[in-house]
């Protein structure tokens, strides 16, 4: 893994246009993401409310007044599906930094002293070994739901590969001569994890939390599509395409708006994810 | 090796005791008593204590604990709340059909990835490489549901190709067993199948540019020799691992395969068990499916020693 900071990578560049003309994949993945949040924050300045139900225009095909159609409360598809997206970016965003903060947190010193690494090794082993969904939906159904215990039924299954990172990297790192040597000249434990081990996790950090957000982003749909998510009174492309799943053949744009939203937000996340690896650690791009 | 795989051995039965932990505690965790849990909103106080009665809930949490495991040791995993029931039997009962779900995506995952991380490798930089690569980001971005509808949309509303949705048992013939589950493969296998040709054709460009590769080739040995002979077999043991570890995937994808195409398996039992609270069968999928998927990556840690002579223990 690579020992660069991201921000001296980022600044060690000559200028915007040339980093974008030579990282295709984080412009194209970074700029859909941004429209993304800027279109779900901006939601109420022009969707229309997501939630008006109108009888007299059940399932009605995409038109001038319904860009997306209407589905079978007559509901505005096109004011779902943005507004769909502040959840989804929501919990993927929180989860992607909780994630990686707490893989910091327990990661560090894991790595560093044996006993504690043992033990929460297998503990992490255990919270892998569970199947994630199967984890989430009894947590949320369990607790009632609401958006905090989803994110907290998503980061439990989602951690452990950031502490494993983090563990990795330490593990490493710490045999390296500036480690030795900062420790010879009598550096304090505290100080040698945060000022010379810390920095050499935030370049894969960073990389595996951009993966950490796209699986964040599918699980939470498929919470919600399995009705285990966030209450149903909020809008997600989830429980958009749980919805629906009566109409499809009658009203197929009722899922079609969802799940392309779906899949885009997610494959430009990923791409984002492929492209700060490549770019951060130009010995692994070369092999992948 | 014998010292290896016994410590590995040792290593399983410690991380299986702790998803026991973790599954037992996941009901006393949540806020509440248990027992009014389990019931749900509208229970008499007569059935919440009945309940605390049926799961001994009036026990200390250790000793609950304990019986508990012991239990599942003796393949007692407790009785449905809701179809009163032993938990064994209903699993047993639906695990025909989420066999027959995930054998086949592993298969069919299996052959299908590995070949086009092949090719993607062989025409690194191409437009097939490029196609391929492009296909699998597409394939590990796309929800399995969202693939699973637009299946049946086109190929079973659209099309009348394959039935829509539900299971026919293997006795019932092979077409309509088969038939019954090509949708739901595509759908559950496609993110498999991106994950695994990924590592695949990562691994084998990493082979390819080994100098017993340039001496395959400068003997004339024919491009499937050295693909799939030299390269494919030196570049396994990232591609077994990806495959151990991609269970775990499978397994989520499983509980919303079987949701979406209405086929009566073990994730739909959990499913359908989250909603009616029936806590001992949540206990029983979780432990079943972590279980499976604990021996399956000690069965692929054990097996890198016959993929590659050279990894020693």
């Known amino acids: 893994m690579s020992d660069l900071a991201i921000s001296t990578v980022f600044l060690r560049r000559r200028g915007f246009a040339?980093?974008?003309?030579?990282?295709?994949?984080?412009?194209?993945?970074?700029?859909?993401?941004?429209?993304?949040?800027?279109?779900?924050?901006?939601?109420?300045?022009?969707?229309?409310?997501?939630?008006?139900?109108?009888?007299?225009?059940?399932l009605e095909a995409p038109s001038a007044t319904h860009w997306f159609g209407t589905d079978a409360l007559g509901r505005d598809v096109f004011a779902r599906t943005v507004y769909g997206a502040q959840i989804s970016l929501a919990i993927g965003l929180s989860v992607a930094v909780l994630a990686v903060g707490l893989g910091m947190l327990i990661g560090l010193p894991a790595g560093y002293y044996r006993r504690f690494d043992a033990l929460v090794m297998r503990v992490m082993d255990g919270l892998m070994s569970i199947p994630s969904i199967l984890l989430a939906i009894a947590?949320?159904?369990?607790?009632?739901?609401?958006?905090?215990?989803?994110?907290?039924?998503?980061?439990?299954?989602?951690?452990?590969?950031?502490?494993?990172?983090?563990?990795?990297?330490?593990?490493?790192?710490?045999?390296?001569?500036?480690?030795?040597?900062?420790?010879?000249?009598?550096?304090?434990?505290?100080?040698?994890?945060?000022?010379?081990?810390?920095?050499?996790?935030?370049?894969?950090?960073?990389?595996?939390?951009?993966y950490v957000c796209a699986s964040a982003i599918l699980v939470e749909a498929a919470l919600s599509f399995l009705g285990a998510g966030v209450p149903p009174s909020i809008p997600t492309w989830g429980n958009m395409i749980a919805s629906s799943q009566l109409y499809l053949g009658l009203a197929p744009w009722t899922m079609f708006f969802p799940g392309v939203a779906l899949a885009v937000l997610v494959l430009a996340v990923n791409l984002l994810g492929d492209g700060l690896r490549d770019h951060l650690d130009p010995r692994l791009a070369r092999s992948l | 090796m014998a010292a290896y795989i016994t410590r590995r051995l040792l290593s399983t039965i410690v991380v299986m005791l702790l998803v026991g932990v973790f599954v037992f505690m996941l009901l006393h965790i949540a806020p509440g008593d248990p027992a009014a849990i389990i019931a749900g909103d509208n229970a008499t106080p007569a059935e919440i204590a009945s309940i605390r009665q049926q799961l001994g809930l009036a026990d200390p949490l250790s000793v609950q604990f304990v019986r508990w495991f012991w239990d599942l040791l003796h393949g007692n995993f407790g009785r449905s709340i809701f179809y009163e029931t032993p938990v064994i039997t209903l699993i047993g009962q639906r695990l025909p059909a989420t066999l027959s779900l995930t054998a086949l995506t592993i298969a069919f995952a299996v052959i299908l990835a590995v070949a086009s991380g092949v090719i993607a490798a062989w025409r690194a930089g191409g437009w097939l490489d490029g196609f391929l690569m492009g296909f699998?980001?597409?394939?590990?971005?796309?929800?399995?549901?969202?693939?699973?509808?637009?299946?049946?949309?086109?190929?079973?509303?659209?099309?009348?190709?394959?039935?829509?949705?539900?299971?026919?048992?293997?006795?019932?013939?092979?077409?309509?067993?088969?038939?019954?589950?090509?949708?739901?493969?595509?759908?559950?296998?496609?993110?498999?199948?991106?994950?695994?040709?990924?590592?695949?054709?990562?691994?084998?460009?990493?082979?390819?540019?080994?100098?017993?590769?340039?001496?395959?080739?400068?003997?004339?040995?024919?491009?499937?020799?050295?693909?799939?002979?030299?390269?494919?077999?030196?570049?396994?043991?990232?591609?077994?691992?990806?495959?151990?570890?991609?269970?775990?995937?499978?397994?989520?994808?499983?509980?919303?395969?079987?949701?979406?195409?209405?086929?009566?398996?073990?994730?739909?039992?959990?499913?359908?068990?989250?909603?009616?609270?029936?806590?001992?069968?949540?206990?029983?999928?979780?432990?079943?499916?972590?279980?499976?998927?604990?021996?399956?990556?000690?069965?692929?840690?054990?097996?890198?020693?016959?993929?590659?002579?050279?990894?020693?223990?």
């Open chain 1, 139 to 210: 947590l949320v159904a369990l607790t009632h739901g609401g958006v905090p215990i989803v994110i907290v039924a998503i980061l439990l299954p989602e951690m452990p590969r950031e502490v494993r990172l983090v563990r990795a990297i330490v593990l490493s790192v710490r045999e390296r001569p500036f480690v030795e040597a900062a420790i010879a000249g009598g550096a304090r434990t505290r100080k040698v994890l945060l000022r010379h081990i810390l920095p050499s996790t935030f370049a894969p950090l960073t990389v595996q939390g951009t």
């Open chain 2, 136 to 313: 699998a980001a597409l394939g590990f971005s796309t929800p399995v549901f969202v693939v699973g509808y637009f299946l049946i949309y086109f190929f079973a509303i659209r099309l009348r190709w394959l039935p829509v949705q539900g299971y026919v048992p293997l006795s019932h013939g092979l077409w309509p067993w088969l038939s019954h589950l090509i949708l739901p493969t595509v759908a559950l296998g496609l993110a498999y199948v991106a994950l695994i040709a990924r590592i695949t054709r990562a691994s084998m460009l990493e082979v390819l540019a080994e100098d017993y590769i340039r001496t395959a080739r400068a003997k004339g040995a024919s491009t499937e020799a050295i693909l799939f002979r030299h390269a494919l077999k030196n570049a396994g043991v990232p591609i077994v691992t990806v495959i151990g570890i991609g269970v775990a995937l499978l397994i989520s994808g499983v509980v919303i395969t079987e949701t979406v195409f209405n086929i009566p398996g073990v994730g739909r039992l959990a499913v359908s068990a989250i909603t009616n609270r029936d806590y001992p069968i949540i206990q029983g999928v979780m432990v079943i499916f972590s279980g499976a998927y604990v021996i399956i990556n000690l069965l692929v840690d054990i097996s890198y020693t016959l993929i590659d002579p050279r990894v020693r223990y």
């Open chain 1, 18 to 58: 040339t980093f974008i003309g030579r990282n295709r994949r984080i412009a194209l993945g970074g700029g859909v993401i941004l429209f993304m949040i800027l279109a779900a924050a901006a939601a109420p300045l022009y969707a229309g409310n997501p939630n008006i139900m109108n009888p007299m225009v059940r």
